[in-house]
């Protein structure tokens, strides 16, 4: 966990506002990073441990070759060069979340270097390194860390494995940062090395102002993109108002109240030099052949601007759905596997409108959808072969993400099949302008939502059956 190293002088910084940020992933492995403790079972307190990740004398650490594995695939997917040795250190501080008093982490070479994410304007945000590392252990404080008299310690979490990421003080907005955060969450959708159900996510972000000569301060263990973006908001507005009160910065290490939206000081902030980092004479240097480089890329997924660049001009659809499919991985495989039997252009307008609408209204997570894309098939030919109405085709699509069953079968049952007899319109019609005698003559009048209405109604009428072209033509020629 390496404080973030700055690569230029602050003097050549022109922007008010600099942020880094260190971004600790929870890897997907089965077991920890250094012992064969399960990693991800939901156990009571201090029951998922052994002697190496307590850290108990004459212990010996082994390490997990899943977690270098995708480690790995992260640190292609953001264009990282590998180095072909890497070591494990030991990082020593005492604090109660450490049973052994130091974390293993990397210090010297890391894992990968010098790679980037690119955001949505085209500015890259360099990466200046990943490398692996073992979690502490939860300090629990009952009632806030602010108020607890006291702390609870659980070493479930000591030892599970994280890989780090620690950017360049590149970026220079709230909104900036949050960006970053989710294009590196779209990547691990991707890679499938962490598991957003079990595994999380913390950032340490690194923040400094123009006003205050860049005096740098850390916010540790944010959880939450939106957190990441409220906290450095926070952070800024509270060292320009010290600048104003004539106060002076120094710089500290603070931690994020989620709940009163503020930042506290837990500590000065330490140096590289207060951690007395030494190789961890229990592990061996380890060796990253080409053959094993190789064998990572093969594992790689397309991943979203591979998805994009596909989207767009092997499946032609327009570039603002092949983004916005791309920037989710369950979207992205629910069309590719939709887009073999349906138009696509059908299947990205439904994924990107209807499916994210209900999505969003039943306040859910596209990840936990239980939907099969054999039923969306299913609804989306009957849309494509004008069996249905969208009308009727949005009444399922809000059914069948909440229980899985057959649009086919459940239009057959309920009698929704598209109505396009004209006779039988034209009759519904003629009654809806009797009984609107008013809207018709704002319609005659100019008001063209008064047609709307007036096609609504049709459309309560008839469930939704109804072909609206059709009534649109019936209503003009009628009135």
């Not at 692996?132 to 979490?157: C, V």
């Not at 500290?252 to 030494?278: H, M, S, V």
């Not at 009698?415 to 809207?439: G, H, P, R, Y």
Request: proline share 4%; hydrophobic share 40%.
């Amino acid at each position: 966990m390496p404080t973030l190293i700055l690569t230029e002088n602050f003097e050549k910084f022109t922007s008010d506002i600099i942020i880094g940020i260190e971004v600790h992933i929870q890897l997907n492995t089965a077991t920890k990073l250094f012992c064969s403790c399960a990693s991800k079972r939901e156990d009571a307190p201090n029951t998922r441990t052994c002697q190496t990740c307590l850290g108990h004398p004459g212990s010996k650490p082994l390490v997990n070759k899943k977690a270098i594995e995708f480690a790995a695939m992260l640190a292609l997917a953001l264009h990282c060069k590998i180095n072909p040795e890497i070591r494990f250190s030991r990082k020593v501080y005492f604090y109660p979340d450490l049973a052994k008093n130091y974390q293993i982490t990397q210090f010297e070479v890391p894992l990968g270097e010098n790679g980037c994410i690119i955001l949505d304007s085209g500015k890259k945000i360099k990466i200046e390194r990943i490398h692996l590392e073992e979690d502490p252990a939860s300090l629990i404080h009952p009632a806030g860390i602010e108020k607890s008299q006291y702390t609870l310690i659980d070493y479930n979490r000591s030892g599970i494995p994280l890989c780090e990421i620690v950017t360049a003080p590149e970026m220079h907005s709230p909104e900036e940062a949050r960006e970053f955060m989710n294009k590196l969450k779209i990547i691990l959708q991707y890679l499938k090395i962490f598991d957003e159900n079990f595994c999380v996510i913390k950032a340490d972000a690194n923040i400094s102002i123009k006003e205050s000569g860049y005096i740098r301060s850390e916010i540790k263990n944010i959880t939450g993109f939106k957190e990441i973006e409220d906290a450095l908001a926070y952070e800024i507005q509270r060292q320009k108002q010290a600048i104003q009160n004539n106060e002076k910065l120094i710089q500290d290490t603070r931690g994020w109240n989620p709940d009163n939206k503020t930042t506290i000081r837990l500590r000065t902030k330490e140096t590289e030099a207060d951690y007395g980092y030494i190789i961890d004479p229990d592990l061996v240097p380890i060796q990253l052949s080409e053959k094993f480089i190789k064998q990572i890329q093969q594992l790689m997924p397309e991943l979203p601007e591979q998805k994009i660049h596909k989207f767009i001009h092997t499946h032609k659809i327009a570039e603002t759905d092949a983004k916005v499919l791309a920037a989710e991985y369950r979207l992205a495989e629910l069309f590719e596997q939709i887009a073999v039997e349906v138009s696509p252009q059908i299947a990205a307008k439904w994924l990107r409108r209807e499916l994210t609408r209900v999505v969003n209204y039943n306040k859910m997570n596209l990840s936990q959808l239980k939907i099969d894309s054999k039923h969306l098939i299913e609804l989306f030919s009957m849309i494509e072969k004008n069996e249905i109405t969208e009308t009727v085709g949005q009444d399922i699509m809000n059914q069948l993400i909440l229980k899985p069953f057959s649009p086919k079968e459940y239009v057959q049952k309920n009698n929704l099949a598209k109505i396009q007899d004209k006779t039988q319109l034209e009759s519904i019609c003629k009654e809806i302008i009797s009984k609107n005698a008013k809207v018709v003559q704002d319609y005659k009048n100019g008001k063209q939502e008064a047609l709307h209405f007036l096609i609504g109604q049709v459309m309560k009428q008839m469930k939704g059956k109804a072909d609206a072209k059709l009534l649109k033509e019936l209503f003009e020629k009628m009135i």
